[in-house]
Every structure is written in C-alpha cells, then in structure tokens.
C-alpha cells in the first residue's frame, strides 16, 4: 500500500516558476519508478517527466525539455518537479505517480500503480 500527495501547485502568469513535491509513504520498494503526469478536461492524461530511482534515469516529453526537472530527496521519499519559463500550455491537473522499475513505457499512464489526487497548475 503506497500513498501519494501532491502540492505546490497554483495560478503564475507565463514565465514564472513553479515547484511541485509529491511524498510517498507506506511499503515502498527500494527502487521503483516515478512520474509527473498532467490532464486537462478536453485532453487525455500525458507525460510529463519519469525518474527510474535505482539508476538515476530521467524521461521527458519534448514539450518540457529544458524547462521542467524532475528530482528527489530519496530521505524524504519526496519527488519533485522544478517547473520554469511556464506557458499557458502547461496549464493542467498535475499528478504523481509509482510504478515497478521494471516499466518500459515511463510517460505511459497505464505503466502506474498508485496516484496522488493531483494539484492544480494555471498559467495564464
């Protein structure tokens, strides 16, 4: 059983930053992998960014390449997303999710387990 809990999110105008953190808790693998994804109403859920935390691995959707970074602080059991030069296309719900190490596909959705109940990211 693993929980997850986002915050961090809320209303920036384009080109500022924002962080987001997600803290897990409960059985938790040692390595295991970890993902930013985000949904709006009239779109599917994407992928964001992945951290593979047994090889130190990183994934990201080309549309947050060189914006977007994602981290953790392994004695907190936090993960977080560095979110810079916002622009109005990232508005979005933003979700944490953990899966197995094993994933292959780290921006899929169907790769995850467990979610948080996301936070809110506007950029207007």
């Known amino acids: 059983q693993v929980q997850l809990v986002e915050s961090g999110g809320g209303s920036v105008q384009a080109g500022e930053s924002l962080r987001l953190s997600c803290s897990a808790s409960?059985?938790?693998?040692?390595?295991?992998?970890m993902a930013w994804f985000r949904q709006t109403s009239d779109k599917e859920r994407e992928g964001v960014a992945a951290?593979?935390?047994?090889?130190?691995?990183?994934h990201y959707d080309d549309s947050v390449k060189g914006r977007f970074t994602i981290s953790r602080d392994k004695d907190k059991n936090t993960l977080y997303l560095q979110m810079n030069s916002l622009k109005p296309e990232d508005t979005g719900l933003y979700y944490c999710?953990?899966?197995?190490?094993?994933?292959?596909?780290?921006?899929?959705?169907?790769?995850?387990?467990?979610w948080g109940q996301g936070t809110q990211v506007t950029v207007s």
């Open positions: 999710a953990l899966g197995g190490a094993g994933i292959i596909r780290p921006l899929l959705p169907a790769e995850y387990s467990y």
């Open positions: 409960g059985q938790i693998r040692r390595t295991y992998c």
């Open positions: 951290l593979y935390t047994g090889l130190g691995f990183t």
